[in-house]
């Protein structure tokens, strides 16, 4: 997930550790009614963020490249409580 085009945080559909990837989970499987697209903008509203998903074009070109590691933290857990 990114905030103003810089990776933020991670959701992990298999790490059940963390509350918010169980909660957004069960919204989508549960509630069949969310998508992850509305769940972000309802977090975004709710906590005045820009968050999103990664929109890259279908064809980029890429001239140069490094490989980086990230150490991303999970969605933090009160940005999907009151959803």
Known sequence: MYER??????IDAFNKAAISN????EMLLN????????????????????LSLDNRPFIRI???S????LNL??????F???I
């Open 31 to 50: 509630n069949k009614t969310e998508t992850i697209e509305s769940i972000i903008s309802k977090i975004n509203q709710n906590h005045t963020l820009k």
């Open 73 to 78: 933290p999970p969605l933090p857990d009160y």
């Open 5 to 10: 085009d810089e990776p933020k945080y991670y």
């Open 62 to 64: 890429r001239l140069k």
């Open 66 to 69: 490094k490989q980086v590691s």
């Open 80 to 82: 999907v409580k009151n």
């Open 22 to 25: 169980k909660i957004i989970f």
